[in-house]
């Protein structure tokens, strides 16, 4: 019997022609195990309307063809039905398709769909707002907030933006709370995380599950231009776990404190919210076409450890140099004012 299938394709998401993705799922989906139907999105929060009719109709799967916003979307309709949530990554960085390992070349992405493995996995939730792969306030959100606003999209873009951005920004201070206690932290950037990365292999939690039942939750400590080198290698490398200035920690459910309302992000898209935010873990909430190899462990090779230590060592280095250069300058200071009375 043919699984019923609607493809959801949002026309202006990456740089990839819609038309040409059209032509490709008529080419290569199984016409023996789907019959399906392609609708193009017409404005924000169209596809969460356009999920929901193909929801109720009882169809089996529904694709979200286009980045992470179109995929939370899509999503957002799909969790706690029986209908299945594909991905045909069209994005600019892709970050929940590239987690559960669906290829960005869309003809291998299609022969995902084809084999039809589906798994019920993790979903969370910021302010009771559904997202599938990360969230995140303070340099992530504002660097967000930053990059919506451009006419230009792309990784380049991006990193760009993270270049000129980086240091003006200034560290808040939050006040975490989660199963265990009531922490503050002084931080660049406070991340939660259901998937491993960002988008575009920028591992924020290396060792996310979306079948786990937990959060990742990351805590960036400010960093000097010594540190950022550091930190993009890490994040690229996956160790970003085992930096000097990052803290991690897993949990169901966190409720986080800032000084007032600013910019957060989930899934890529970046919305003004309050002081208080409240992010929390939904266990088994949406069924995903998946690779049979998602989920695999993001463990980092000897080299890749090996070069990490060596980064933090010359941070340690760095740090301990310029302490005692400071101290040797005030040194100088109180002999000078010794000798001059």
């Known amino acids: 019997m043919k699984l019923k299938c609607a493809f959801i394709m949002n026309p202006i998401s990456g740089s990839v022609k819609k038309s040409g993705v059209q032509k490709l799922i008529d080419k290569f989906i199984d016409k023996d195990k789907y019959e399906y139907i392609i609708r193009y999105t017409e404005y924000a929060g169209h596809a969460t309307k356009i999920a929901s009719e193909y929801r109720d109709a009882g169809y089996d799967v529904v694709v979200a063809v286009g980045g992470d916003g179109t995929i939370n979307e899509v999503g957002q309709a799909l969790v706690h039905s029986n209908t299945a949530m594909g991905i045909l990554p069209c994005g600019s960085g892709n970050g929940l398709a590239r987690h559960l390992s669906i290829p960005t070349n869309?003809?291998?992405?299609?022969?995902?769909?084809?084999?039809?493995?589906?798994?019920?996995?993790?979903?969370?939730?910021?302010?009771?707002?559904?997202?599938?792969?990360?969230?995140?306030?303070?340099?992530?959100?504002?660097?967000?907030?930053?990059?919506?606003?451009?006419?230009?999209?792309?990784?380049?873009?991006y990193f760009q933006t993270v270049l000129m951005e980086g240091l003006r920004y200034k560290p808040e201070t939050y006040t975490i709370e989660d199963e265990s206690g009531i922490h503050r932290h002084h931080a660049y950037l406070v991340s939660c995380a259901n998937a491993s990365q960002y988008g575009n292999n920028a591992y924020i939690a290396p060792q996310a599950k979306m079948s786990d039942g937990l959060l990742d939750v990351i805590i960036m400590e400010p960093f000097n231009l010594l540190g950022a080198p550091h930190i993009s290698f890490d994040m690229m490398n996956k160790t970003l776990n085992k930096s000097h200035k990052v803290k991690t920690f897993k949990a169901k459910k966190v409720t986080i404190h800032r000084t007032g309302e600013g910019p957060v992000h989930y899934d890529g898209e970046a919305v003004t919210m309050g002081g208080d935010i409240e992010v929390a873990v939904v266990e088994k909430g949406i069924k995903m076409v998946c690779n049979e190899e998602a989920e695999r462990d993001l463990k980092p090779n000897i080299v890749q450890n090996a070069i990490t230590e060596l980064f933090n060592n010359m941070y340690d280095m760095g740090n301990s140099i310029s302490r005692q250069g400071r101290r040797f300058k005030m040194m100088n200071k109180r002999l000078w004012r010794k000798l001059t009375k």
Not at 110 to 123: A, F, G, H, P, R
């Open 106 to 157: 869309l003809r291998k992405s299609i022969e995902i769909l084809n084999k039809q493995s589906i798994s019920t996995l993790d979903y969370c939730t910021i302010n009771g707002h559904p997202f599938f792969c990360t969230c995140g306030m303070g340099f992530d959100a504002f660097i967000s907030e930053k990059f919506a606003k451009s006419t230009r999209r792309g990784p380049v873009k």
